[in-house]
């Protein structure tokens, strides 16, 4: 499999402000990952693509100048929220494939108040 | 577009009752996962299936994948409290994968 980890697990912020949310592969180096957001009750949905080396592939729906994803290593990406707003708020996991599988990180929960 | 559809939704039951969930979709996918996530926590991988007609086991759990690679089926036999949590199948290729709503199980004692 593949170990993936997620920091911070939990965040809570102001409205307005911006968040960064790490997303590492400890164990594979990984040229591509993937970020989803889980609301209460309901299944996971893919927000983007983080491509190594070059820009993330962003789902139909998600806005990429508000979710910044930098992939600046074969080993890190980063989701960061900008000027987060209170309907930000949500579970954001990250994935790494390997072989026809993904491997999840632990989330990372987010308040935005 | 590609949908998978779990059923049922939500599912609770005694310990050491028996339960399936399905998983189903009108299209065809060249591997089904099946995953169980806990509160606050990421999906954790079960099981892989990737031929039509596969039956993998786990413990006392028992994947089947439909013959014709569009459905696929978890049984639990004799439901234990710490098989509670949130099932999820979940298709697709190239690592990009389609997941179901889950279905949320609890497991009385």
């Known amino acids: 499999g593949a170990v993936v980890s997620q920091h911070p697990s939990r965040v809570i912020c102001k409205s307005g402000t911006s968040v960064k949310i790490e997303c590492r592969s400890l164990?594979?180096?990984?040229?591509?990952m993937f970020w989803y957001r889980q609301f209460p009750k309901q299944s996971l949905m893919l927000m983007a693509t983080?491509?190594?080396?070059?820009?993330?592939?962003?789902e139909q729906g998600v806005e990429k100048d508000k979710f910044l994803i930098n992939h600046a290593s074969l080993t890190l990406s980063t989701l960061t929220v900008t000027s987060a707003h209170p309907e930000d708020s949500s579970f954001y996991i990250c994935?790494?494939?390997?072989?026809?599988?993904?491997?999840f990180g632990p989330g990372t929960r987010l308040t935005v108040l | 577009t590609q949908l998978l559809e779990q059923s049922p939704q939500f599912l609770s039951i005694q310990e050491g009752e028996n339960l399936t969930v399905y998983c189903n979709s009108s299209s065809v996918f060249s591997s089904l996962q099946w995953y169980r996530q806990e509160p606050g926590e990421g999906p954790v991988l079960l099981v892989t299936?990737?031929?039509?007609?596969e039956v993998k086991k786990l413990k006392r759990l028992t994947f089947q994948f439909g013959d014709a690679r569009k459905d696929s089926s978890l049984h639990i036999t004799a439901a234990q409290p710490g098989d509670t949590g949130l099932y999820l199948c979940a298709g697709g290729s190239q690592g990009n994968l389609i997941f179901g709503k889950g279905t949320k199980l609890s497991v009385k004692p």
């Open positions: 299936v990737v031929t039509g007609g």
């Open positions: 164990d594979f180096q990984a040229t591509t």
């Open positions: 994935s790494v494939p390997r072989y026809n599988e993904q491997f």
């Open positions: 983080s491509n190594e080396g070059s820009k993330a592939t962003y």
